[in-house]
């Protein structure tokens, strides 16, 4: 068993770290004050191929490895959970779908431009009366010759009103229930799409959460990834991916949080010492190093078993829930340790701690995870 990176996955920690620095932590408290969705970072990120970071190379990506793609998100996070939002819905959401999924005609019409930052993606299953349920979904597609037309309303659709293509998983049969779900390709230019950007969130607020209405939109046939009744392992595979990155994202967070806290008490001093000789600030620091570790060896190996090709879909549940809920804990433990000062923006700690807890819900809040770990353990399914 071997922990180390190799000189990709160093070259790509090394990149994506100063490029955060720089380009990312600058803006970020600013940006989660006034809502800014981060175009100009995606624009950047696009110049160094950060956009396609995992897609192959033949479709113009980096072809980077699971690891390397987890490590990426992992220093995004570090400076940014919204930025982190944004990436991975583009990535792991809309072009892995694309690219696991669809046609070569899709994948050669999309992936190209999506890799180059020029198409900016979103992909949605939740409706106002749909979260987890995704067999539930009502926004139905009905088959009309050469086109599809879809109805319904959609909600937090990450980067909706922002994107250039959405892809929306609908019902086409209600009596065949998840197996009547199919997966569609949605210009947003489309007639009968329109996008209504969420404001008033507690956390995650630069990036784009918005309700998608579709009211007799139609779009080509050949705008359906795969064959109807593939829609939810489309989404079940999408989701696998995306817990990935936010269980990395998470990882970010929280080590900001365990070095924003050793700095911290080494430079802050009370009653004539420094705040870190104390030993109950320092058992608040150790378990947050402690879980931040543990939470980055759950993501290493959800990111090395993808790599393999091996069934990892517990492994990703078990980084996703464990990471989050590390990531909250630690934010919580964080803001302690700064005392008034960590209640305040002037440190991006309470910042994390609304974000992170935004990843406690989205792509399956931790009770669902929790289900399945335990129903896989005990092979006895919970309600």
Same mark, same amino acid.
């Given at each position: 068993m071997d922990f180390e990176l190799n000189e990709t996955?160093? $070259?790509?920690? #090394? $990149?994506? %770290?100063?490029?955060?620095?720089?380009?990312?932590?600058p803006t970020a408290r600013e940006d989660d004050i006034n809502e800014t969705f981060p175009t100009e970072i995606l624009k950047k990120m696009a110049a160094l191929g950060l956009m396609g970071a995992p897609i192959p190379e033949e479709y113009g990506g980096m072809g980077l490895d699971w690891l390397s793609y987890g490590i990426m998100i992992e220093e995004l996070g570090y400076q940014s959970q919204a930025v982190c939002s944004t990436v991975r819905a583009h990535i792991s959401l809309g072009a892995q779908s694309i690219l696991q999924w669809g046609s070569d005609e899709q994948k050669k019409k999309y992936l190209p431009d999506m890799a180059a930052g020029k198409i900016l993606s979103g992909f949605v299953t939740t409706e106002p009366n749909v979260g987890s349920d995704i067999a539930g979904i009502e926004c139905m597609a009905v088959d009309d010759g050469d086109s599809w037309i879809l109805n319904g309303t959609k909600t937090w659709c990450t980067n909706g009103s922002n994107a250039d293509i959405v892809i929306v998983i609908a019902q086409t049969d209600k009596s065949l229930k998840g197996r009547g779900l199919g997966a569609f390709i949605i210009p947003t230019d489309s007639k009968g799409y329109s996008a209504h950007a969420m404001h008033g969130k507690m956390g995650l607020r630069s990036s784009d959460s918005s309700e998608i209405a579709l009211e007799d939109c139609r779009i080509p046939k050949e705008n359906l990834i795969g064959k109807i009744? *593939?829609?939810?392992?489309?989404? $079940?595979?999408?989701?696998? /991916? +995306? /817990?990935? &990155?936010?269980?990395?994202?998470?990882?970010?967070?929280? @080590? =900001? &949080?365990?070095?924003?806290?050793? %700095?911290?008490?080494?430079?802050?001093? =009370?009653?004539?010492? =420094?705040?870190? @000789?104390? =030993?109950?600030?320092?058992?608040?620091?150790? *378990? $947050?190093?402690?879980? &931040?570790?543990?939470?980055?060896?759950?993501? !290493? /190996?959800a990111g090395c078993l993808?790599?393999?090709? %091996?069934?990892? +879909?517990?492994? +990703?549940?078990?980084? %996703?829930? !464990?990471? +989050?809920?590390?990531?909250?804990?630690?934010?919580?433990?964080?803001?302690?340790?700064?005392?008034? !000062?960590?209640? #305040?923006?002037? !440190?991006?700690? *309470? /910042?994390?701690?609304?974000?992170v807890k935004a990843c406690t819900i989205l792509e399956g809040t931790s009770q669902m995870h929790k289900l399945i770990i335990g129903r896989d353990t005990t092979g006895i399914a919970a309600f």
């Open positions: 996955q160093l $070259m790509v920690r #090394t $990149m994506v %770290k100063d490029f955060a620095e720089k380009e990312v932590a009744g *593939e829609g939810f392992k489309v989404a $079940m595979s999408a989701f696998d /991916r +995306t /817990r990935y &990155c936010v269980a990395a994202g998470a990882v970010g967070a929280l @080590q =900001q &949080c365990v070095d924003a806290s050793a %700095k911290y008490v080494a430079d802050r001093v =009370q009653f004539g010492k =420094q705040l870190g @000789q104390f =030993q109950l600030v320092q058992e608040m620091i150790s *378990e $947050m190093r402690v879980e &931040c570790e543990a939470a980055r060896l759950l993501v !290493y /190996r993808k790599e393999a090709g %091996k069934p990892n +879909t517990i492994e +990703t549940s078990m980084a %996703k829930w !464990y990471s +989050t809920e590390a990531a909250f804990r630690g934010a919580n433990n964080a803001i302690q340790v700064h005392g008034s !000062y960590g209640y #305040t923006n002037e !440190y991006p700690l *309470e /910042r994390i701690l609304r974000d």
